[in-house]
């Protein structure tokens, strides 16, 4: 069971969810925390990676690293998407089993789910339909790394565990306009908008597309929920069970960064859409006691508030 005195692996820990539980540990006073940056520990190096976990046998690992990105980035860097997340989750899962770590908890994503399927998205629909196109590299990716801990769950009686995050944002976040996921681009050109006393804001695709998003401190803290959480699933949705187009989370950020600002919203029909919706059934993680607990307007300041400490 884990406790104040466990020892802890995160990887990704620079990255948003990551630095999050990080965040969190050190604030619940977890005082054996370890990590490496990239420069220190590539986990695309197997022999690293099983070294490193060799010579300091952390109790739990949270696998937050990988390689993540938006639609454009996921539907332009299919190779190293593939590639990369493969080698880093691979080479921590089984080094984790070689080294007798058995508790872990694998990040997946909602991007694992069919394109087309029924909405509220429940776990058991994943592989029951075609992927997405634009991120199937990274789908496929994501859906090894839970088969795998499936498969060392079954064989080896290990607990190892998959959150599937819904899209996720707060502090530390990618902004890179071209490759960020849509939250984080929407919060930076509402930002620009005011910074250059502008009205028009363009958005790409139609605006209409359906998603939910979560505040990242909710993901750290369900991670640290069910590493202490004896569960009898392997994958567990997180989200908030909410949805929203676009164009309303717009609305909801310009309220909180330009009150009273009116704006023209231009639709850019070349960018594409993705799926037409995705919100996660949350009631598994419920009927385990855990529920999102960060208000949306709430979460849109305090990360609007870290955006410009970050870039002033
Ligand atoms: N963001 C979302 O909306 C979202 C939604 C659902 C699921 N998730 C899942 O949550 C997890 C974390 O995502 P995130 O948004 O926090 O990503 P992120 O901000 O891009 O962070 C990724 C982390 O992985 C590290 N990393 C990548 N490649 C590495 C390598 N070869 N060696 C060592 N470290 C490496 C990065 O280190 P550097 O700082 O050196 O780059 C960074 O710390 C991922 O599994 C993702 O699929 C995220």
Same mark, same amino acid.
């Given at each position: 069971?884990?406790?104040?005195?466990?020892?802890?692996? #995160?990887?990704?820990?620079?990255?948003?969810?990551?630095?999050?539980?990080?965040?969190?540990?050190?604030?619940?006073?977890?005082?054996?925390?370890?990590?490496? @940056?990239?420069?220190?520990?590539?986990?695309?190096?197997?022999?690293?990676?099983?070294?490193?976990? %060799?010579?300091?046998?952390?109790?739990?690992?949270?696998?937050?690293?990988?390689?993540?990105?938006?639609?454009?980035?996921?539907?332009?860097?299919?190779?190293?998407?593939?590639?990369?997340?493969?080698?880093?989750?691979?080479?921590?899962?089984?080094?984790?089993?070689?080294?007798?770590?058995?508790?872990?908890?694998?990040?997946?994503?909602?991007?694992?789910?069919?394109? =087309?399927?029924?909405?509220?998205?429940? @776990?058991?629909?994943?592989?029951?339909?075609?992927?997405?196109?634009?991120?199937?590299?990274?789908?496929?990716?994501?859906?090894?790394?839970?088969?795998?801990?499936?498969?060392?769950?079954?064989?080896?009686?290990? =607990?190892?565990?998959?959150?599937?995050? !819904? =899209?996720?944002?707060?502090?530390?976040?990618?902004?890179?306009?071209?490759?960020?996921?849509?939250?984080?681009?929407?919060?930076?050109?509402?930002?620009?908008?005011?910074?250059?006393?502008?009205?028009?804001?363009?958005?790409?695709?139609?605006?209409?597309?359906?998603?939910?998003?979560?505040?990242?401190?909710?993901?750290?803290?369900?991670?640290?929920?069910?590493?202490?959480?004896?569960?009898?699933? !392997? #994958?567990?949705?997180?989200?908030?069970?909410?949805?929203?187009?676009?164009?309303?989370?717009?609305?909801?950020?310009? %309220?909180?960064?330009?009150?009273?600002?009116?704006?023209?919203?231009?639709?850019?029909?070349?960018?594409? =859409?993705? !799926?037409?919706?995705?919100?996660?059934? #949350?009631?598994?993680?419920?009927?385990?006691?855990?529920?999102?607990? !960060?208000?949306?307007?709430?979460?849109?300041?305090?990360?609007?508030?870290?955006?410009? %400490?970050?870039?002033?």
């Amino acid at each position: 069971m884990i406790n104040l005195k466990s020892k802890i692996y #995160v990887a990704g820990h620079t990255g948003l969810v990551g630095s999050a539980i990080l965040r969190k540990l050190k604030s619940k006073g977890y005082r054996n925390v370890i990590y490496r @940056e990239r420069k220190e520990l590539d986990l695309k190096n197997q022999i690293k990676v099983y070294n490193f976990l %060799k010579k300091h046998k952390p109790d739990f690992i949270f696998i937050a690293a990988a390689k993540v990105g938006g639609i454009h980035s996921n539907n332009t860097y299919k190779a190293d998407f593939i590639f990369d997340n493969i080698s880093i989750q691979s080479n921590l899962i089984n080094s984790a089993y070689r080294n007798g770590i058995k508790d872990l908890i694998f990040l997946g994503s909602s991007c694992v789910y069919p394109r =087309n399927c029924k909405q509220p998205i429940k @776990e058991s629909y994943l592989l029951t339909g075609a992927l997405e196109k634009t991120n199937d590299a990274y789908a496929i990716a994501k859906i090894a790394g839970i088969k795998m801990c499936e498969s060392y769950n079954h064989q080896y009686k290990t =607990n190892y565990k998959c959150l599937m995050p !819904t =899209n996720t944002f707060g502090p530390n976040d990618n902004y890179d306009l071209l490759n960020c996921h849509f939250f984080p681009a929407l919060i930076k050109k509402s930002h620009q908008l005011k910074l250059n006393n502008k009205k028009e804001i363009i958005l790409w695709g139609n605006g209409r597309a359906r998603r939910e998003v979560i505040y990242v401190d909710d993901i750290a803290d369900a991670c640290i929920y069910f590493m202490k959480k004896k569960i009898k699933e !392997t #994958v567990i949705n997180i989200g908030t069970g909410k949805d929203y187009t676009i164009k309303e989370y717009l609305d909801k950020i310009i %309220k909180q960064i330009i009150p009273h600002k009116k704006i023209t919203i231009r639709y850019d029909s070349n960018k594409p =859409n993705g !799926t037409p919706r995705k919100v996660l059934d #949350v009631s598994l993680a419920k009927k385990y006691g855990w529920k999102s607990k !960060t208000n949306l307007n709430d979460a849109i300041l305090k990360t609007y508030t870290y955006f410009l %400490k970050k870039f002033k």
